[in-house]
């Protein structure tokens, strides 16, 4: 069961082809069935718990590639007005139904082509693990699309895996450069960067929070 659970992380030829329906192909077969998805333990991120603690302002937020809903249904629960999308559509249904007593406005949608009436709408952009999931090419075209959401003063948020010595890796996931991280929110100001890692985590895995905002 493990090695078929690995072998759904590898890469399919329509990934490599710069197609994402493995995303899809992956939550439908699941047959909801959390196991099959690796990256959910059915609790949002502790970094963004972290964040979240510590942050007074409250207001519009975004959950890019929201899975199952974790994380959405966390900022929700602690006065968010939420949106949330996935580009699998199984997986919004699944994230529906798992929080369908949070008032989340749930979507399908692709991060390469976000609805137009999202540009300045969020005080808060969440991406969580995205970004290090998705081939190069489409990362470097889909990661310039989030900070165009914030409104003034808006933040984005960006979690994942740092890769600090710039080696190759056979992903799913691909941790990030700091540079590329840097690159996400070019147009932004960085307020803050911490690099650690969980309690459980292999000694050679380093993760990264990075918080960007939008000046007036």
Same mark, same amino acid.
């Given at each position: 069961?493990? *090695?078929?659970?690995?072998?759904?992380?590898?890469?399919?030829?329509?990934?490599?082809?710069?197609?994402?329906?493995?995303?899809?192909?992956?939550?439908?077969?699941?047959?909801?069935? %959390?196991?099959?998805?690796?990256?959910?333990?059915?609790?949002?991120?502790?970094?963004?718990?972290?964040?979240?603690? &510590?942050?007074?302002?409250?207001? @519009? !937020?975004?959950?890019?590639?929201?899975?199952?809903? *974790?994380? !959405? !249904?966390?900022?929700?629960?602690?006065?968010?007005?939420?949106?949330?999308?996935?580009?699998?559509?199984? !997986?919004?249904?699944?994230?529906? &139904?798992?929080?369908?007593?949070?008032?989340?406005?749930?979507?399908?949608?692709?991060?390469?082509?976000?609805?137009?009436?999202?540009?300045?709408?969020?005080?808060?952009?969440?991406? =969580?693990?995205?970004?290090?999931?998705?081939?190069?090419?489409? @990362?470097?075209?889909?990661?310039?699309?989030?900070? /165009?959401?914030?409104?003034?003063?808006?933040?984005?948020?960006?979690?994942? @895996?740092?890769? %600090?010595? *710039?080696?190759?890796?056979?992903?799913? /996931?691909?941790?990030?450069?700091?540079?590329?991280?840097?690159?996400?929110?070019?147009?932004? &100001?960085? =307020?803050?960067?911490?690099?650690?890692?969980?309690?459980?985590?292999?000694?050679?895995?380093?993760?990264?929070?990075?918080?960007?905002?939008?000046?007036?």
């Amino acid at each position: 069961m493990d *090695e078929v659970r690995q072998n759904t992380l590898r890469i399919r030829d329509g990934v490599e082809e710069n197609s994402l329906d493995w995303f899809e192909e992956l939550y439908s077969t699941a047959n909801g069935n %959390e196991y099959w998805i690796p990256w959910s333990n059915g609790e949002p991120h502790h970094f963004l718990i972290e964040w979240v603690s &510590k942050t007074k302002s409250r207001g @519009r !937020a975004l959950v890019v590639g929201c899975g199952l809903g *974790e994380d !959405a !249904a966390y900022l929700s629960q602690n006065g968010w007005i939420v949106t949330a999308f996935d580009i699998s559509s199984s !997986a919004v249904h699944w994230a529906r &139904k798992n929080y369908s007593s949070e008032n989340i406005d749930w979507q399908v949608a692709d991060l390469l082509s976000l609805p137009e009436d999202w540009i300045g709408l969020f005080d808060l952009v969440v991406e =969580v693990h995205i970004l290090q999931a998705i081939p190069e090419p489409i @990362r470097i075209l889909s990661a310039p699309n989030m900070a /165009p959401l914030l409104a003034p003063s808006g933040q984005l948020i960006c979690i994942g @895996r740092l890769n %600090e010595k *710039e080696e190759e890796y056979e992903g799913p /996931p691909w941790p990030l450069s700091r540079d590329f991280i840097d690159s996400v929110g070019a147009d932004l &100001k960085n =307020v803050d960067f911490i690099k650690k890692q969980l309690p459980n985590d292999d000694p050679d895995v380093i993760r990264y929070l990075s918080v960007w905002k939008r000046e007036i």
